[in-house]
């Protein structure tokens, strides 16, 4: 198993850009959440799915858009990007029971910076 | 409201030290509670959580409901442990993460 895969892991955007955040997981994991990570602030939530077809808002989430069409893929949407989103993405998945019920497993993340 | 605090952004330590990470949280329900590690260079890991009770990697963190916290400790840090710690409170499938602490253990 591959696990959790994000994509790019680097990018550099210009202001006004639009770019999607690749997240794929191919555990069978129902959930999938998206967080931010400025530097000394921590995880943020920007939005997370419970399965396919269903997502919501977290703590962070203007600027940005998901979809879940599949349960393997959860992509972050930046219509138009602002320099306020520079900051290192990371996408996680959970499975929704048994014994690893709420253990979060991260992707590698990509460091976005928009210029 | 929902919160978790890690009050010190860095611990420096030399190994064979004793190592406390502290985590505070504010919750009005049934905490479930997780520490979480990033190595340099790799991706963010559960390093445990409460309700297991385990120690993993020599660590071990008791959740203290009147203290409302949630202390990770090691007896004997070593060089390896150096990595970003963040503690984090489950709330509705959703994890809130403190600001994290950075471990830094000299030779």
């Known amino acids: 198993n591959a696990g959790v895969t994000q994509t790019p892991k680097f990018r550099i955007l210009k202001i006004g850009q639009s770019m999607t955040l690749q997240c794929t997981q191919d555990?069978?994991?129902?959930?999938m959440y998206w967080y931010r990570q400025d530097p000394g602030m921590g995880l943020k939530l920007i939005y997370y799915?419970?399965?396919?077809?269903?997502?919501d808002k977290g703590e962070v989430p203007n600027g940005y858009n998901v979809s879940r069409s599949t349960t393997e893929d959860f992509p972050l949407r930046l219509e138009l990007a602002a320099p306020s989103q520079t900051s290192v993405y990371f996408c996680?998945?959970?499975?929704?029971?048994?014994?690893?019920?709420?253990?979060?497993?991260f992707g590698a993340g990509t460091r976005l910076s928009v210029l | 409201a929902q919160r978790v605090t890690q009050p010190e952004k860095l611990l420096s330590v030399f190994k064979g030290a004793p190592v406390e990470l502290k985590c505070n949280y504010s919750?009005?329900?049934?905490?479930?509670l997780f520490w979480y590690v990033q190595y340099s260079r790799q991706r963010l890991q559960l390093l445990l959580r409460?309700?297991s009770r385990e120690s993993i990697k020599g660590f071990t963190a008791d959740l203290n409901k009147g203290e409302t916290s949630f202390h990770l400790k090691k007896p004997f840090a070593q060089e390896e442990d150096s990595a970003m710690y963040y503690c984090?409170?489950?709330?509705?499938?959703?994890?809130?993460f403190g600001t994290g602490t950075r471990l830094q253990v000299f030779p």
């Open positions: 996680a998945s959970v499975p929704s029971g048994g014994t690893a019920k709420n253990i979060q497993y």
């Open positions: 555990m069978n994991h129902n959930y």
């Open positions: 799915s419970v399965g396919a077809g269903i997502t």
């Open positions: 919750y009005s329900g049934s905490p479930e």
């Open positions: 409460h309700i």
């Open positions: 984090a409170l489950e709330v509705t499938d959703k994890l809130i």
